[in-house]
């Protein structure tokens, strides 16, 4: 059986004629096989983006070469940005969380089953109670409590944490803490948050208890990446589910950790496998 190896390709730029024909011209004129591709032109931003699997058989790929070739006979043409990764690249991640741990144990278990192709490199939390739990998985666990007095200094030691470890992507597991507008940007387009679909209309305490009180038919939740302002981030994934008038607050409850953390997981598995494009405040999603 012969060996076949997969690579893909990420594309974005201003949209214009020519962009598929040149990159599937240039694969095609060195044997490589396309097994996937996704496009969207953005009329609005007038932006291109494109995600392109390629496959290629018992042959060495000198990816140095590719890139010089690629970039001088398609992108540099026209304009366009790229980057190149395997199909199967294991991302090194960091996992944020608070007191609730539903989120957490969804991730840590589909990691483990390597239904997502990552590798935890650190739990941090601004409390100890999950810290047992994450240690009994061989994952480092921080405790970085958080006050008005400290929170600069935290937040510096998250980013060294996350520059250390060399990793790529920080995970928002139900971190109930704001991250400062400078944290912020230097996640961007980094950093995964979940939250219920209630916001804004269920803000603060209990939104739950919020909810029940006012008779909801529906809860759901969403996941994002962050930016400064809270909870607006360009979305990566939504989901609702039905609810009923004798579904107390703790079966909303109930509901509300189920659907956070399938959304959560499916937003991260959506990054990792690159197939989510930033396009100002929204996102082109590839699934």
């Known amino acids: 059986m012969k060996k076949t190896d997969r690579l893909i390709i990420y594309i974005s730029g201003k949209d214009q004629k020519g962009i598929v024909a040149s990159v599937s011209d240039y694969l095609y004129r060195r044997s490589f096989n396309i097994t996937e591709l996704d496009q969207f032109n953005d009329p609005f ?30 992108t540099n043409k026209l304009n366009l940005n790229w980057e190149i990764k395997p199909s199967q690249n294991i991302t090194p991640i960091i996992i944020m969380v608070s007191l609730a741990d539903h989120c957490l144990n969804d991730l840590i278990y589909r990691i483990k089953s390597k239904e997502l192709n990552a590798e935890v490199k650190a739990v941090i939390s601004n409390h100890e109670t999950l810290k047992q739990s994450v240690e009994l998985h061989n994952i480092p666990f921080y405790y970085l409590p958080v006050t008005d007095l400290n929170r600069q200094q935290q937040e510096k030691e998250l980013i060294e944490i996350y520059k250390k470890s060399k990793s790529e992507l920080l995970v928002l597991a139900r971190y109930m803490q704001v991250l400062s507008e400078e944290t912020t940007k230097f996640f961007k387009g980094k950093a995964i948050n979940i939250h219920h679909s209630f916001l804004p209309g269920f803000k603060g305490g209990k939104p739950y208890h919020q909810a029940y009180r006012r008779g909801v038919k529906m809860i759901g939740a969403t996941a994002h990446y962050i930016t400064s302002d809270l909870d607006e981030g360009p979305i990566i994934d939504q989901e609702v589910i039905k609810v009923n008038h004798s579904m107390n607050p703790e079966k909303l409850i109930f509901m509300g950790k189920y659907i956070e953390s399938l959304v959560l997981t499916r937003a991260v598995r959506l990054h990792l496998d690159q197939r989510v494009f930033l396009n100002d405040a929204r996102t082109v999603v590839f699934d």
């Open 45 to 74: 931003s007038e932006s291109f983006f494109m995600r392109l699997e390629f496959s290629y058989e018992n042959t060495v790929l000198d990816i140095e070469e590719f890139n010089i070739s690629f970039s001088k006979e398609v």
